[in-house]
T-cell receptor, first 110, second 113 residues
Framework: DAKTTQPTSMDCAEGRAANLPCNHS???????VYWYRQIHSQGPQYIIH???NNETNEMASLIITEDRKSSTLILPHATLRDTAVYYC???????????FGSGTQLTVLP | DSGVTQTPKHLITATGQRVTLRCSPR?????VYWYQQSLDQGLQFLIH???????AKGNILERFSAQQFPDLHSELNLSSLELGDSALYFC????????????FGSGTRLTVV
């Protein structure tokens, strides 16, 4: 898997946008970027994934830079329930499983 | 409800014992993945099955084994349990063999005393 680098922790005020960065400078041309989150002790939850174009769904937006070496997950209006560990994952083309790193602990503050 | 069912939710057992964790994947999903998450540790991939066949192994101990049955449910067997095996065990399913669109269950919390 391509190595990803994420900040260990971030805070965000409730109602504001949460922008979570991820560096993946060794990403290959056909490798996708996946984002999952894990709310304390619950099973991880899929958020979004993308290849090169920006993606948006009901949960979040994913902005991938033109060189694809980094991406940003955006939660447009963070709520207290968005407090979780967010994982950015870039599985290799041959990988059959997701490898979770340390992720970013996002704390949404009231 | 994610559609992936794991039983039991909680399990307390003694060292040296053997337990079986069960996972029913989401309807139509052929892949089942098992992960272990120890206290304050990350998610460690254990093993992947696709349509009854083992496809990939991660950091799974020899004391651990798994299988996927014709009805696609999967079981993770943990034997000769040690205190360090206490952890959350998650199962995930997906429709394909690749790392796409995992759906995780709510996990089984195993406590070895």
């Amino acid at each position: 898997d391509a190595k990803t680098t994420q900040p260990t922790s971030m805070d965000c005020a409730e109602g504001r946008a949460a922008n979570l960065p991820c560096n993946h400078s060794t990403i290959s041309g056909n490798e996708y970027v996946y984002w999952y989150r894990q709310i304390h002790s619950q099973g991880p939850q899929y958020i979004i994934h993308g290849l090169k174009n920006n993606e948006t769904n009901e949960m979040a937006s994913l902005i991938i830079t033109e060189d694809r070496k980094s991406s940003t997950l955006i939660l447009p209006h963070a709520t207290l329930r968005d407090t979780a560990v967010y994982y950015c994952i870039v599985p290799s083309g041959s990988a059959r499983q997701l490898t979770f790193g340390s992720g970013t602990q996002l704390t949404v503050l009231p | 409800d994610s559609g992936v069912t794991q039983t039991p939710k909680h399990l307390i057992t003694a060292t040296g014992q053997r337990v079986t964790l069960r996972c029913s994947p989401r309807s139509g999903d052929l892949s089942v993945y098992w992960y272990q998450q120890s206290l304050d540790q990350g998610l460690q991939f254990l093993i992947h099955y696709y349509n009854g066949e083992e496809r990939a192994k991660g950091n799974i101990l020899e004391r651990f084994s798994a299988q996927q049955f014709p009805d696609l449910h999967s079981e993770l067997n943990l034997s000769s349990l040690e205190l360090g095996d206490s952890a959350l065990y998650f199962c995930a399913s997906s429709a394909s063999q690749g790392p796409y669109g995992y759906t995780f269950g709510s996990g089984t919390r195993l406590t070895v005393v």
